[in-house]
T-cell receptor, first 111, second 115 residues
Framework: GQQVMQIPQYQHVQEGEDFTTYCNSS?????IQWYKQRPGGHPVFLIQ?????EVKKQKRLTFQFGEAKKNSSLHITATQTTDVGTYFC???????????FGTGTQLKVEL | ETGVTQSPTHLIKTRGQQVTLRCSSQ?????VSWYQQALGQGPQFIFQ???????GRGNFPPRFSGLQFPNYSSELNVNALELDDSALYLC??????????????FGNGTRLTVT
């Protein structure tokens, strides 16, 4: 079955440093979504990417969808303590309804 | 606008017992999906309900079953509980059944512990 892996599994940064998480799918995706889960919370939708090579920005967050639509990345510039949480990518295949979540990257930001 | 609500928040059951988890979808959302999230893992798709019928299922055994009601609320039932069923169970509602048109809105989840 479809697998979605993320690296790294954990990342500790000092506040102000940049952070990147990478997402790789075993199959070609029709779109990819990113979610953030704060400690003790639930996943919250951040963004969706659909087109090959698409890049979207949300303030300090930059999301990219690979040319082959099998990988994606999330980059945070100048991290803040509010960025703490686990970031999940979630891929969709074809016109289906089943989102396959990645393994997640847990981000910790130290002052 | 009312978000997704789940009950109970925490539950402790014994192996072999049965459990029912409940979910009220966000106002205007007609599709409900259930996910299982083990500690330190990403959410795993259990199934989706649309217009009171199951519309897609992940790799979960038949002892995981569900219902959706006319008001779009939903239940997840798990029979013959096993220790590995211990997890956070997340309900997510969406505007449509196609995930590429409508992102998931998650509830706070039910933390199930099986002893």
């Amino acid at each position: 079955g479809q697998q979605v892996m993320q690296i790294p599994q954990y990342q500790h940064v000092q506040e102000g440093e940049d952070f990147t998480t990478y997402c790789n799918s075993s199959t070609t995706l029709s779109n990819i979504q990113w979610y953030k889960q704060r400690p003790g919370g639930h996943p919250v939708f951040l963004i969706q990417l659909v087109k090959s090579g698409e890049v979207k920005k949300q303030k300090r967050l930059t999301f990219q969808f690979g040319e082959a639509k099998k990988n994606s990345s999330l980059h945070i510039t100048a991290t803040q303590t509010t960025d703490v949480g686990t970031y999940f990518c979630a891929g969709l295949t074809g016109g289906g309804n089943k989102l396959t979540f990645g393994t997640g990257t847990q981000l910790k930001v130290e002052l | 606008e009312t978000g997704v609500t789940q009950s109970p928040t925490h539950l402790i059951k014994t192996r072999g017992q049965q459990v029912t988890l409940r979910c009220s979808s966000q106002s205007g959302h007609n599709t409900v999906s259930w996910y299982q999230q083990a500690l330190g893992q990403g959410p795993q798709f259990i199934f989706q309900y649309y217009r009171e019928e199951e519309n897609g299922r992940g790799n979960f055994p038949p002892r995981f079953s569900g219902l959706q009601f006319p008001n779009y609320s939903s239940e997840l039932n798990v029979n013959a509980l096993e220790l590995d069923d211990s997890a956070l169970y997340l309900c997510a509602s969406s505007l449509t059944l196609f995930a590429d048109n409508s992102p998931l809105h998650f509830g706070n989840g039910t933390r199930l512990t099986v002893t």
